[in-house]
């Protein structure tokens, strides 16, 4: 068996800027052909364990996997021990004796797969926490680095929920130069505090600015407009009138006017007609179909670059 240490991505701010840039660069290589898979997983094993639903992260993972000449084990919710009381611990001493790469989804806080990130030979991957979505970031600035050559310097109006995409977005492109992320969110449903100060932070040091506000006026012209569905992961919010409080917080061709040369981003799922107008999601300005293939390629970088 390879044995050598493995190395975790649960967060972007575990990222030092070197390794953020890298990942993207080489999911952008994967998605050009410039680099192609050559079994650079061969004799290695990468389990995928989702417990909530998952159609492009899932899918990304185990097909990059495969595609890399990994061998896959793939469990939903109900498979593994932890349902019946056996420890994060026990469970990751077990795998991490059989396992080389462990891919999770618990939609639950990250400290859980930190817990499984306490070990160095089986590398783990946060494929979206409670806090942060890492892997949706590496996608998305890899779509942006496909469509414009470069991160630095973009400017992205997000819309919609504070919810883990965003957050990672924001900690991720703030670590690049010069770029101008505005957060157009609902009102009470911003980003983490924390998390904003602390892509706030970051980008003091790169010269970017992320700015939110909780209206829908003023939108500045943009490179990107990028969306995300009003019910992240399909979960119910408690309040009964959270609709009439998003309903202004639709991208639609209007706001798209407002940046006559930018593209449209989402995350995906989309819900027609609620986050997104079909016009904008199916128009020619959308490239919200190839950003969900950016998500294969950013599954191999951080695939291989786990698995060291
Ligand atoms: N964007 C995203 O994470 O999609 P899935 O929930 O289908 O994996």
Redesign the pocket.
Known sequence: MDRRPRRHLLSIQDLSDTDLRHLVARSADYAAGRVRPADQLRGLVTAVYFR?????????FSSGALRLGSHLISYGPGDLQLNTGETVEDTTRVLSGMVDLFVA?TADPVAELRAFAEQDRMGVIN??SAEE?PT?AL?DLSTMTQRFGRVDGLRVLYVGEGNN?AAALALALSRFTETRLYLRTPPGYGLDLDLLTAAQVAAGRTGSTVAEAHHMTDLPEVDVVYATRWQT?GTAKPDPDWRRVFAPFQVDGAVLAASPQAVFMH???AHRGEEVTAGVLDGPRSIAFEQ?QH?MFSAQAALEWCAG
Not at 52 to 60: C, E, N, P, V
């Open positions: 909530r639903t998952s159609t492009r992260t899932r899918t990304a989804r494929a979206m979505h949706q996608a995409t992961t995350d995906l799922p969900a998500k």
